[in-house]
């Protein structure tokens, strides 16, 4: 579980150094992933995520997130606009 905290304060953490909104589905729930609260209660590592980013820094943000979610070994897609 201390991997998944220690991704849960990362994603939050990238997450805030865009502008941009970015939202995470995890099945038919929406969370903004600047929400460490609502990291720790949707991730879970043998998921499936959907990011939407939508915001004047959208494409550095896809890239910052998805980095991060690979590095802690998340399934994570960018969702098309």
Partial sequence: M?????????????????????????????????SILGLFTTLVSNQQYELHVIGPDAEEAKAGMVEV??????????APE
């Fill in 2 to 34: 201390a991997k998944n905290n220690a991704a849960v304060v990362e994603i939050a953490q990238t997450a805030s150094r865009y502008s941009s909104s970015i939202v995470l589905q995890a099945e038919n729930k929406y969370i903004d992933v600047k």
């Fill in 69 to 78: 979610f690979e590095k802690h070994d998340l399934n994570v897609v960018i």
